[in-house]
């Protein structure tokens, strides 16, 4: 097992664990409540996975792209937060490698 599934398997601990304390706490809950906790739990840690996954995948493109414009190699620009819509509506906050043309100062993200 890498570092990767570990860590998932340790989110899901997580979750279980929260999610039992939270049963313990309310003994009386409905099955609607309990499934109202569950899902909001589900939605944190799916963004958080699809976070994770943006985020990897931002890191191992190192190609450098060609200005739209002007079609000259970009240079690196920094890391810039950059929201994305998800498929629910939920903003997806990542970093992702900025670049910017010195010709023309066109800014681009890679895309994804
Ligand atoms: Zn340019």
């Known amino acids: 097992m890498d570092s990767k599934d570990a860590n998932a398997q340790e989110q899901a601990n997580e979750l279980r ?25 589900l939605a944190q840690l799916r963004k958080q996975l699809v976070e994770g996954m943006i985020q990897e995948a931002a890191r191992e493109t190192s190609a450098v792209p060609d200005c739209p414009p002007c079609g000259q190699k970009m240079v690196k620009n920094g890391w810039r937060k950059r929201k994305l819509k998800g498929k629910e509506g939920q903003m997806v ?15 681009l993200f890679p895309p994804g």
């Open 17 to 41: 664990h929260k999610l039992s304390q939270w049963r313990q706490a309310n003994p009386q809950a409905t099955l609607t409540e309990i499934e109202e906790v569950v899902e909001v739990e």
């Open 93 to 107: 906050e990542i970093d992702r490698q900025q670049w910017r043309c010195l010709i023309c100062g066109t800014t």
